[in-house]
């Protein structure tokens, strides 16, 4: 870590959701990440900011992932993407998970 205050303090994941309410269900109610923030702009844009640990989980709609895309990089560039989490317990989280609606891609991995 360099000590001019260059290195990371904070990964933001964005998860793109094209059922916003569901995946914010999931993420915050199933999973138990709660919501530190939440934002809505123009064209119906809501992101929530959940607690995930070391880091915070973005669940975004449509339109603000295409907002975020258009604003860094100026088109669409954001894909889907597979997420890791780490827990006390990785069989209650899974089981809890597939209960919320997850499907099961692989074991529980300790």
Same mark, same amino acid.
């Given at each position: 870590?360099?000590?001019?205050?260059?290195?990371?303090? #904070?990964?933001?994941?964005?998860?793109? %959701?094209?059922?916003?309410?569901?995946? +914010?269900?999931?993420? $915050?109610?199933? *999973?138990?990440?709660?919501? #530190?923030?939440?934002?809505?702009?123009? %064209?119906?844009?809501?992101?929530?900011? +959940?607690?995930?640990? $070391?880091?915070? *989980?973005?669940?975004?709609?449509?339109?603000?992932?295409?907002?975020?895309d258009d604003v860094e990089v100026g088109r669409r560039v954001s894909p889907h993407l597979r997420l890791a989490l780490e827990v006390d317990d990785a069989a209650a989280a899974a089981t809890a998970a597939v209960g919320g609606?997850?499907?099961?891609?692989?074991?529980?991995?300790?």
């Open positions: 870590m360099s000590d001019d205050n260059t290195g990371v303090k #904070q990964l933001r994941l964005v998860i793109h %959701a094209e059922d916003y309410e569901g995946t +914010l269900r999931f993420f $915050r109610d199933v *999973l138990g990440m709660s919501e #530190q923030e939440a934002y809505t702009g123009d %064209a119906g844009a809501q992101v929530a900011i +959940l607690d995930a640990g $070391r880091a915070t *989980l973005e669940i975004a709609n449509t339109a603000q992932v295409e907002m975020i609606g997850a499907r099961v891609v692989a074991p529980p991995t300790p």
